[in-house]
């Protein structure tokens, strides 16, 4: 008899037990839950879910995202906006904003597009830099005749004169020019009329690898004509 009572005992001692356990895990499971729903519910109506991202990705053990954005080159808007905020000069004295006409998308010689801005001027007038920088390169070619391509400070820019009848005394490449420095003489040297002397002037944005002859032309038109 007592042997029966200690296995009855013993029976619901351990479903007791179990039962114990079950509840206990039941309740944690069940917390558990409760507690996810009501994070979410706090979090969905939060409008900003990248800073969660963010942090879910970096503490997973990945390195965290390239600021690719940063990064990148500014857009050309951003150059061109950039140069605008410069105030440069027109390079040919004597010449007023009213008197530039925008010839940048004009047609020339082998089907391309000009790129530049012709500055009419008597043969002679000074020619000065219309940013501070460096002279780059001085470079005689076919079609431009006797150029200066100048860098302006940041090396971000060129910007190029052409059909220049002479180079102001004592210029040099890498030297540093000022804004306003006398840089050489209109003239028509290269593929321009004779008795259309004129300044060739234009702004390209360079390239990563910084060379001279290359670059995305800017319209020097609306920043020269404010
Ligand atoms: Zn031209």
Do not use: C
């Not at 499971?29 to 979090?43: G, I, N, Y």
């Not at 002279?135 to 059909?163: E, N, R, V, W």
């Amino acid at each position: 008899m007592r042997r029966i009572d200690r296995r009855r005992q013993e029976r619901l001692r351990r479903r007791l037990v179990s039962f114990g356990i079950s509840f206990a895990l039941g309740a944690l499971v069940a917390t558990l839950l409760t507690d996810r729903l009501q994070r979410r519910a706090s979090h969905s109506p939060e409008p900003l879910p990248i800073a969660t991202t963010g942090e879910a990705e970096s503490s997973g053990g990945r390195p965290p995202r390239a600021p690719a954005v940063e990064a990148a080159a500014p857009s050309m808007t951003e150059a061109i906006a950039d140069l605008a905020g410069r105030n440069l000069l027109i390079p040919v004295d004597g010449v007023t904003a009213n008197r530039l006409m925008d010839t940048f998308n004009d047609s020339r010689a082998l089907a391309r597009r000009h790129d530049a801005i012709d500055i009419m001027a008597p043969r002679g007038t000074e020619v000065r830099a219309a940013d501070d920088g460096t002279i780059a390169k001085l470079f005689t070619s076919k079609a431009g005749g006797l150029t200066i391509y100048q860098f302006d400070p940041t090396q971000t820019f060129s910007y190029y004169y052409a059909h220049l009848d002479r180079y102001a005394s004592g210029l040099a490449e890498h030297q540093s020019v000022r804004r306003g420095q006398l840089l050489g003489y209109v003239g028509s040297t290269g593929n321009a009329s004779e008795n259309a002397p004129h300044l060739h002037f234009a702004i390209a944005r360079l390239g990563t690898d910084r060379a001279w002859w290359k670059g995305d032309p800017i319209n020097p038109y609306p920043l020269l004509a404010k």
